[in-house]
Structure formats: C-alpha cells, structure tokens
C-alpha cells in the first residue's frame, strides 16, 4: 500500500546536508595577561569570517575600541571587551553530526 503522506520538504535528506546544518563556526579570542580565552559561536561561515576580519581590524587600529559581541547559539551570552587586550584571535568549525567532525583550532598537519 502507497503512502499518500507529501514528503517533508523541510528536513534534510542526507547526512552531508545534516552536517551543514549542525556545523558551528567558533571564533576563539585569547586575551592579554589572561589564561582562559572568550569563544563566540556563528553559524555561517560568512558571519565567521566577517568577526574575525573585523576583531583583526581592531587589533591594528591605533586607538583601543569598546567591542560588544554576542554568541549565535546563546544569545543571552554577551561580552564587551577593549580591543588593545586581544592577543589573538583564531576561527575554527565544529560540527554536531553523525561523524562528530571536529576541526583542531590552529595548525597541524593532520588538518
């Protein structure tokens, strides 16, 4: 017997798209006379990359700036910070799906 049901046009119909969907781009900022860095979350890539040229900006400028961010995925999760305190600053994604794929912040040669 056929099923009349439409399909659900809504979820995903393969893994790799699944993966996408699930995949988090994390910013990772690491502070001045500071041990533990400040991580903020996107989920596009674009949106990622775009904080990280625009912390790398502020790095450069002459004048230290008031910088407010916040987290894509926790949205009460804010932080102000002076952007002449910023070490450095490093981008990396993690995904959620089934293959658990984690790519290591910073560089090896396993990337």
């Known amino acids: ?28 900022i690491s502070l001045k006379r500071n041990p533990l860095p400040l991580t903020v979350q996107r989920q596009e890539r674009a949106d990622a990359e775009a904080l990280l040229q625009s912390l790398g900006g502020a790095m450069t400028s002459q ?21 002449d305190e910023i070490a450095s600053v490093q981008m990396y994604e993690r995904s959620s799906g089934v293959s658990g794929r984690t790519r290591r912040p910073g560089f090896s040669l396993d990337a």
């Not at 056929?2 to 699930?22: E, F, G, V, Y």
């Open 63 to 83: 004048r230290s700036q008031l910088l407010r961010l916040n987290c894509d995925a926790s949205s009460e999760r804010k932080v102000l910070l002076l952007s």
């Open 1 to 28: 017997m056929a099923s009349s049901a439409a399909p659900n046009h809504s979820l995903p119909n393969t893994l790799a798209q699944q993966a996408l969907i699930d995949s988090v781009f994390t910013v990772e």
